[in-house]
């Protein structure tokens, strides 16, 4: 299916991410359409958080709510939507609770639970069941008039089996490490399948209009590196694999795609490796580190701790000053970001100030190396 969009006005984004040299880095921040805007709690109302994700006039409204307030700063807009969608529509149920986050009523805890075989054994159509994503994608870029590129996402498997066994956020991970060191071949069985509608899902949001993808792997950082090796790392690399040739099978631009694994800190070089454009970085990184390891095999992205947000003025300026340091200037393989998504009650303004310095930082290390 053909849209027509209008021209992109500003790929800062996209060139970066294929390694270009740009002006300045580009930049967003993950979570930057949500609940620190007042006006997003104007827009949502009385809506539930997923009556808001299913309706594609409200999430292209608050997916262009931060486009509109940092006008001319930030450099991508990203669909308002979860990553909790997938596993709603392998038919698992999921609400989100207010001040809990989401939950699962009826989570997965063991191979033996019949629910297993009924999400394993599903014949998702995932066109169908996540139709309202890709509304919601077509319907902002036609409102994005070309302004910025638009992001479409998904959850990694790894993170998504998380919330499906745990029934929601936890601390402990019980119930995913019992998966994956006591059901390792279940767990993988689970998690391919998951990829499978990862690929296809991303595929159908390129088709809608979404520019470049990222995939979140929020919890990552909680497998050891040789976990990681084997449950998690394998299914990112078949998703950034199999949609990049499906794209090409489906006459689709094969857009540049972000992987962010929060907390894996040791498994930069293979991520480098993995056939994704960028790699997403947390706060836990140093970027002049992280460079280095990269070697310009890919573009890097973040890695202000969200938290700098409700520090001074002079922290973030500070902060910013080392980023732009230690990323080398901005003018290549960078992607202006902050290490995880941006918390609540943080003064807006204060991302404006971050937005603000980033520019003043890199605009004159650009002057320096050009005198």
Not at 53 to 78: H, K, M, N, V
Request: include cysteine.
């Amino acid at each position: 299916m053909a849209h027509d969009f209008t021209p992109l006005q500003n790929d800062r984004i996209l060139r970066a991410a294929r390694g270009q040299t740009v002006d300045r880095p580009p930049m967003w921040v993950m979570r930057q359409a949500g609940r620190y805007l007042p006006e997003y709690h104007e827009a949502k109302g009385q809506h539930d958080f997923f009556e808001c994700c299913r309706s594609p006039e409200i999430a292209s409204t608050l997916t262009l709510q931060p486009i509109d307030r940092y006008d001319g700063f930030i450099d991508a807009a990203i669909i308002f939507s979860d990553i909790l969608v997938i596993p709603q529509a392998m038919g698992m149920e999921v609400q989100m609770v207010d001040k809990v986050g989401p939950q699962f009523p009826n989570p997965l805890r063991s191979p033996q639970d019949q629910q297993y075989a009924d999400v394993l054994g599903k014949d998702v159509d995932v066109k169908e069941e996540l139709d309202y994503v890709y509304k919601a994608i077509t319907l902002t870029r036609q409102k994005l008039k070309g302004r910025v590129p638009l992001i479409g996402f998904c959850g990694a498997p790894w993170t998504l089996l998380c919330y499906m066994v745990e029934g929601g956020g936890t601390k402990m991970f019980r119930w995913a490490k019992t998966w994956v060191y006591e059901y390792g071949a279940e767990s993988k069985k689970l998690l391919q399948k998951i990829s499978e509608i990862c690929v296809e899902y991303l595929v159908l949001q390129v088709e809608a209009g979404a520019q470049m993808l990222q995939v979140f792997d929020s919890w990552a950082g909680e497998l050891t590196p040789t976990a990681f090796e084997e449950f998690s790392l394998p299914f990112l690399r078949y998703i950034s694999k199999h949609t990049k040739e499906r794209l090409k099978e489906r006459g689709l631009e094969v857009v540049p795609m972000t992987v962010f694994a929060k907390g894996a800190w040791y498994a930069l070089e293979q991520l480098c490796e993995s056939e994704y454009e960028t790699v997403g970085l947390d706060w836990l990184h140093d970027p002049a580190e992280a460079m280095r390891i990269a070697k310009g095999r890919v573009t890097l992205q973040g890695n202000a701790d969200p938290g700098i947000l409700y520090g001074s003025d002079e922290s973030v300026t500070k902060l910013v000053e080392g980023m732009v340091k230690g990323f080398g200037g901005g003018k290549e393989r960078w992607i202006v970001n902050l290490g995880h998504g941006i918390t609540p009650g943080v003064d807006p303004e204060k991302l404006k100030h971050f937005f603000e310095e980033v520019v003043r930082c890199t605009r004159s290390s650009v002057a320096k190396r050009a005198s």
